[in-house]
């Protein structure tokens, strides 16, 4: 009964460095997602796959974010040419259903701090 | 993206005491959903709501969603010190836009 998991749980990168955030949704989950929680705030939306198809990329920041989930299980973000603003917690959600409808079970999250 | 607001932001009450938080929106909603998240957690999720006036509980949680559906609430009778956390409500409009809210933080003094 594995939940989602994620990794590296943290991570320091030098300003100018690409990182690369992996999530393990839990088996069967067709939906997946990538949140970007500050300190003290809720946590924003960044994409959203349905299997492996990537239907919402609105809340990616910048091109330098890019995500992917090749086989329509694992999925990564991937931060280029990481900026101190970058710094924050990356949580990666799965859920059952198609859509934002259904219950969405959460990583412990990646936190990334750029120095 | 789109700020859904939740008031109060913080919130210390005495252990017993009973606490509300609600969420606000400026724009009829699809559904909301409830989150949970303890300090240095994720966000576990509580419940959702999909009818307008619809009234759901969970052992001494209460959640609303109002007539309008613009606004949900949700109560705490007789606080214990395990419902230390930050409750964020997490709303769906049509169009499948989904926004958390910015959280009301509680802290249960014992």
């Known amino acids: 009964g594995a939940g989602v998991s994620q990794s590296p749980r943290y991570k320091v990168a030098k300003r100018g460095q690409d990182v690369a955030l992996r999530c393990d949704p839990i088996?069967?989950?067709?939906?997946l997602f990538w949140y970007q929680q500050a300190l003290g705030q809720g946590p924003e939306f960044l994409t959203y796959?349905?299997?492996?198809?990537?239907?919402?990329k609105s809340g990616l920041p910048s091109d330098r974010f890019f995500a992917e989930r090749p086989e329509g299980s694992v999925s990564t973000l991937k931060i280029q040419r990481t900026q101190q603003e970058d710094s924050a917690v990356y949580l990666c959600?799965?859920?059952?259903?198609?859509?934002?409808?259904?219950?969405?079970?959460f990583g412990p999250g990646t936190r990334l701090t750029v120095t | 993206g789109q700020q859904v607001m939740q008031i109060p932001q913080y919130q210390h009450v005495q252990e017993g005491e009973d606490f509300t938080t609600y969420c606000n929106s400026s724009?009829?909603?699809?559904?909301i959903q409830w989150y949970k998240q303890r300090p240095g957690g994720h966000p576990v999720f509580l419940i959702q709501?999909?009818?307008?006036?619809e009234v759901k509980k969970q052992k001494r949680l209460t959640f609303q969603f109002g007539e309008a559906k613009k606004n949900s609430s949700l109560h705490i009778t007789a606080t214990q010190t395990t419902d230390v956390g930050t409750y964020f409500c997490?709303?769906?409009?049509?169009?499948?836009?989904?926004?958390f809210g910015t959280g009301t933080s509680l802290t249960v003094i014992p």
């Open positions: 959600a799965s859920s059952l259903g198609i859509g934002r409808v259904y219950e969405q079970y």
């Open positions: 088996s069967g989950h067709v939906s």
């Open positions: 796959f349905q299997n492996e198809a990537q239907l919402d």
């Open positions: 724009t009829t909603l699809s559904n």
């Open positions: 709501l999909v009818k307008s006036g």
């Open positions: 997490a709303v769906i409009y049509t169009g499948n836009q989904f926004y």
